[in-house]
């Protein structure tokens, strides 16, 4: 079964094997997918803190292994 291309790159730095980056990629675009659906469906004010502080610290980390 063909591959699809990545839509993302690893940062400078980051070693990880090409196999275990792509599973990690697709957990980190359910975060990303996460972190939308937070911001546009839940107003800012209904949005739980601990849910939105969650959220923040899974797209910090994403954004320190991957380049979109």
Request: aromatic fraction near 6%; charge should be negative; proline fraction near 3%.
């Amino acid at each position: 079964m063909a591959r699809k291309p990545q839509q993302w790159q690893l940062q400078r730095g980051v070693k990880i094997s090409e196999d275990a980056a792509a599973e990690v990629a697709k957990i980190a675009c359910a975060l990303k997918s996460l972190s939308i659906y937070t911001g546009l469906v839940l107003d800012q004010e209904d949005c739980p803190e601990d849910l939105q502080k969650t959220v923040d610290e899974g797209i910090a980390a994403i954004d320190k292994l991957f380049i979109w």
